[in-house]
């Protein structure tokens, strides 16, 4: 079992339309999690940082942590054309090693 | 956020050859850097951790002599891949970590083709 899971996708949604994506994880020892944003041929760019459980918004963008569950999610709400990319959860201990999940490939359909 | 500067983002060699591959943290400084490779609709793969004026620390099945990793200032990390084969073909990518926030950056990447 990985100690992240993401599915990998691809998610297809209208524009407009509420985005979900989700990871579970194994590891309760995890205290700091991440969602990067990834285009095409491109690094990776931190979106949402947040520690331990809870909400916490960014403009369009929500991140959920549910630790009791280990189980965290991204809203996009309103999404745009441009927001079509691989998005990958991450999460740590306390040194910066990051556990990456596999990434969703997000498609919205103008 | 941070910036953390790559360079080259594509690279095309013949086989045999080696590649030199840098990466900056531009208004912050890192004693440590990541290198990663990514390969096609696959998620990152860590390679090695960088520390400033010591030895990179490998992870398993990433051979020493073959990714040589340099990390001579605070600001500059380099990745040579020595006598490139095509199997070394992928999108490699650094970042480096913000002490002030924790947050980790990712430079934009590198794609090297081997021929």
């Known amino acids: 079992q990985k100690e992240v899971e993401q599915d990998p996708g691809p998610l297809s949604v209208p524009e407009g339309a509420i985005v979900s994506l989700n990871c579970t994880y194994s590891n309760s020892a995890f205290q700091y999690f991440m969602w990067y944003r990834q285009y095409s041929r491109k690094g990776p760019e931190l979106l949402m940082y947040?520690?331990s459980s809870g909400n916490k918004e960014d403009g369009r963008f929500t991140a959920q942590v549910d630790k009791s569950s280990k189980y965290i999610s991204l809203f996009i709400r309103d999404s745009q054309p441009s927001d079509s990319a691989t998005y990958l959860c991450a999460m740590r201990r306390s040194n910066y090693q990051l556990i990456w999940g596999a990434g969703t490939k997000l498609i919205i359909k103008p | 956020g941070a910036v953390v500067s790559q360079h080259p983002s594509w690279v095309i060699c013949k086989s045999g050859t080696s590649v030199k591959i840098e990466c900056r943290s531009l208004?912050?400084?890192?004693?440590?850097m990541f290198w990663y490779r990514q390969f096609p609709k696959q998620s990152l793969m860590l390679m090695a951790t960088s520390n400033e004026g010591s030895k990179a620390t490998y992870e398993q099945g990433v051979e020493k002599d073959k990714f040589l990793i340099n990390h001579a200032s605070l600001t500059l990390s380099t990745l040579t891949v020595t006598s490139a084969h095509p199997e070394d073909s992928s999108f490699y990518i650094c970042?480096?970590?913000?002490?002030?926030?924790?947050?980790?950056?990712f430079g934009s990447g590198t794609q090297l083709s081997v021929l």
């Open positions: 970042s480096a970590p913000q002490a002030t926030n924790e947050k980790l950056f």
């Open positions: 208004d912050f400084q890192a004693t440590t």
């Open positions: 947040t520690y």
